[in-house]
């Protein structure tokens, strides 16, 4: 992982529980995969409980004339970066959002190069932060096809986001984050330690993008999203990336010419072949091929849209022999989950899993609502889902009538035990010899071992007979002390001698008291 952000793990068997932690979800959208620049960042801080502390987005002008990348992704033109700040006007208050709080990104790998490439630019020296990979944490916690931010969050039950907006990106990962830590038990594999971040001043002006959230997803877009992992070959964060960017490209149902050679043209300068390429495109066509074709029907508008994606990725061959069929009785399985536990985020992964289409919402494609135990009976969509004739089931009957495999049974966290105290060794006795008895130190005796729970006693405070014996010891001596001054000052000897007695006396009575006291 880059300089700037050490990875910090969070799995189910972790040794540390997040507790108080605050966390800092990051986003930024760029020119390209690697190398390349900036053009929007954003910032989420929020605590382990889901409550959102602060937030911080703007675009980023990555310098005069820079390209500002795959446009027909993040939709981020030339014309406003030319109004935005630059990075190093705004990396103080990027800075001041994270300072204290573990960083996290979906793929944070990707997102810590960029940030460790544009400061190494500007010079800014920036110590290592904690951060956490929802990716690979999603990775430990939850099975699904792939593990695409969009598919890792209708698993947790984020509904439609405007994906590719650093701002939107970063508050579904803030949310992906709180979800694996509260719902699912996550916690740290190691302490997050905490360095102190630079200070810059702030920024003069910010200039945030507005966050349109689609209308809709498509048919297409619900495919990307079940497309297994498997299928893309071996992984790696830039890859990761790549097929990032290509699911995006591909949920609006189609990609041009010109969007598939700038994709090319981005995984070729982050380092990947033709022959990666080559093998990325045709999984994801295969893949998307058999998603269409796994319940017995292929509309036009499918084998439409599938033949122009296989084309513009130049891998029409994977789609030999697809044709239309007719229309058909078998009825195309839709699942709404509803709820935010544990139970209804295993079954929304156990729907994307077994290959069936997950709603974001109801409408009346929609064939069964599953229904969280904490859905209260009043919510309306489920009388609505009655209406539009879809079957209203349990999350636990909703898996058997879907032919889903059992829940598994949540793993136990580990409860640390404390290491036994092991028994105090013997004393080893060796004679001590001449040449060491005039340099030797002092040791005390082995004492014998403390019980558990002893409390060593509070020396009483002196008891009367010692003051009693402290006053009549000063008695004494100032009686003898004036009997010195009579003497001299002329006073008969009788006298002097009978007050000096008196004085001893009491001097020698009260030392007694005191020692016997």
Known sequence: MAETVENLALTPDGRFAVGTTEFTAIDFETTGLHPGHVVEVAAVRIRADGAVLR???????????????????????????????????????????????VLVGHNLPFEARFLDGESGRMGARIPAMPGVCTLAAARRALRLPNYRLGTVAEAVGVGEFAAHTALADAYVCARIVTTLVNTHGLRFVERPVFPELPRFAPAARLAPRRVVVPSGGTWMADFVDRVPEAAFGAGGSLQDAYVELLGNALADRHISDAEARALGAAASAAGMSDADLHRVHTGFVTAMRELAESDGVITAEEERDLRAVAAALRVPETLHGLRATAASSAARRRVLVLGDGLAEDDLRAAVLDAGLQLAKKLTASVTHLAVGS?????????????????????????????????????????????????????????????????????????????????????????????????????????????????????????????????????????WQIAVRA
């Not at 598994?408 to 035990?417: F, L």
Request: aromatic content about 6%; some cysteine.
């Open 55 to 101: 937030e911080f987005s703007t675009l980023v002008n990555p310098g005069p004339g820079v390209d500002p990348g795959p446009a027909h992704v993040h939709r981020i033109t030339r014309r406003e970066l030319d109004d935005a700040p630059y990075l190093g006007e705004v990396l103080g208050d990027f800075l001041d959002v994270c300072q204290g709080s």
């Open 374 to 510: 904490g859905v209260p009976r009043a919510e309306p969509r489920i009388a609505r889902a009655g209406e539009l004739g879809a079957k209203v089931l349990g999350v636990d009957e909703a898996r058997e009538v879907l032919g889903l495999a059992p829940r598994p049974a949540p793993a136990p966290i580990p409860v640390p035990q404390p290491a036994p105290i092991p028994a105090p060794a013997a004393p080893v006795r060796r004679p001590v010899y001449a040449a060491e008895q005039r340099t030797a130190v002092f040791t005390p005796p082995p004492q014998a071992p403390v019980p558990h729970g002893y409390v060593p006693p509070v020396p009483s405070p002196p008891s009367v007979k010692l003051w009693g014996g402290r006053v009549l010891m000063g008695f004494g001596m100032l009686l003898m002390f004036i009997t010195v001054l009579a003497l001299f000052g002329g006073a008969g000897l009788a006298a002097g001698l009978f007050v000096g007695v008196l004085g001893v006396g009491g001097l020698l009575g009260g």
